[in-house]
């Protein structure tokens, strides 16, 4: 196109700086490595008044949750490993997530019958409005938003990933479709 990398930011910025000028129900948000524009959350409900509820897929079970949060954060992880954690099945919750696109096969591991392995997608992170998996939040916050519970994510200690690790990023074999949760348009950029 003949557009250096440069003036992209630049016409970025000055989008974003527009956009944020008076009573724009829009803006502009960095998702899974990219941008796009996305409805202001305040604007939000008035869209889901608009729109409706019918556009909208069910939303994940608290098994696919529980998997899925896993997944995020053991990364990559066989479904023996997820099913250790939460003591019970996840097929279902997993071919869910696989269907959905949030998660996919990042390969084999080691050891009998060489389990496929699990990781977060594109999709996921734009799904969540994560610009990237550094943007989760940390065990210890999430304890500590479940104070009154009394519970533990089950299998974790006080750090967040296993030796301290920076998680890996979603393979660049997902197209990262989809929206964020935070509005109920995009359009991505």
Known sequence: MGVGERDVRRALEELEAHLAQGRRGIQLARVAGGYQLVTRARFFPYLRRWVGEGARRPAL???ALETLA???YRQPVSRAEIEAV???SCERALATLLERGLVEAAGRGPGPGR???YRTTRRFLAEFG?????DLPSVPALQ???????RPLPGHTTSTRPGGSSPPQPGPSD???GGPERG??????
């Open 61 to 63: 079970s608290a098994a």
């Open 70 to 72: 896993i997944v995020a």
């Open 86 to 88: 939460r003591g019970v």
């Open 115 to 117: 389990p496929v392995l």
């Open 130 to 134: 994560l610009a990237s998996l550094e």
């Open 144 to 150: 500590a938003g479940w104070g009154s519970m009394g």
């Open 175 to 177: 197209p990262g479709q």
């Open 184 to 189: 109920a348009a995009s359009a991505t950029t």
